[in-house]
Nanobody, 123 residues
């Protein structure tokens, strides 16, 4: 059974950093793409970053390029989202998601989701 457990959210000042964790089980990173999504109040959910070992690629939405980094830790079976230079507009509930198909993970609806973790960036 595929399971995803997101954690690491909290309150951070603008310009600060935060690292989100997504503990994964029930699948291998070689076979699944993993993404971080976010949803702010009153806004649609958007993909933030995605990593695919099988496609040997990562994807970032333009608004976070150069500030966020997605990575895999095989030993911990965890996908991280390192967020630097945070801005108030990064405030949202962040979700991790997974799917065997990279394209679906980025532009469609991934098949598996973890619970959200709230990130609030104060100005």
């Amino acid at each position: 059974e595929v399971q995803l457990q997101a954690s690491g959210g909290g309150l951070v000042q603008a310009g600060g950093s935060r690292r989100l964790s997504c503990a994964a089980s029930g699948f291998t990173f070689d076979d699944y793409a993993i993404a971080w999504y976010r949803q702010a109040p009153g806004r649609e959910r958007e993909v933030v970053a995605c990593i695919s070992r099988s496609e040997e690629t990562t994807f970032y939405v333009d608004s976070v390029k150069g500030r966020f980094t997605i990575s895999i830790d095989d030993a911990e079976k965890t996908v991280y989202l390192q967020m630097n230079s945070l801005k108030p507009e990064d405030t949202a509930v962040y979700y991790c998601a997974a799917d065997p198909n990279f394209v679906i993970t980025v532009v469609g609806t991934p098949g598996y989701w973890g619970q959200g973790t709230q990130v609030t960036v104060s100005s």
